[in-house]
């Protein structure tokens, strides 16, 4: 938040965008619309200028053929988790700007 015009979180669990929405924030429930679609609708077209990726955990919402594709790499050992929140925040954001990994 600190500075940002416009905050956006995106999530599937209603106690959490329920939260954002009280905090003022603009909110997106990934099973309901593409993510990708409406961060630039929201933007004018251009994406967001940092997405941040803050699961803290791994991320295995998503299309089925590109969970398949993670956990072949994963069982060849080409990957260690299921990068997919992490994926769509680098192709949502605008091009130049800031992405940021959040792990606890």
């Known amino acids: 938040m600190?500075?940002?015009?416009?905050?956006?979180?995106i999530d599937k669990e209603p106690y959490r965008l329920q939260m954002a929405q009280?905090?003022?924030?603009?909110?997106?429930?990934f099973?309901?619309?593409?993510?990708?679609s409406r961060l630039l609708e929201l933007t004018g077209g251009r994406g967001p200028d940092k997405c941040i990726d803050a699961v803290c955990m791994e991320a295995s919402h998503g299309a089925a053929h590109v969970h398949a594709y993670d956990r072949v790499k994963q069982a060849v050992r080409s990957e260690t988790e299921r990068p997919h929140a992490l994926r769509q925040a680098i192709m949502s954001c605008r091009s130049g700007?800031?992405?940021?990994v959040l792990k606890a």
Do not use: P, Q
Not at 22 to 29: D, E, K, L, Y
Not at 31 to 36: I, S
């Open 2 to 9: 600190l500075g940002a015009a416009k905050v956006v979180a």
């Open 22 to 29: 009280r905090a003022g924030h603009t909110t997106i429930n």
């Open 97 to 100: 700007g800031e992405k940021v």
């Open 31 to 36: 099973d309901d619309v593409d993510v990708r």
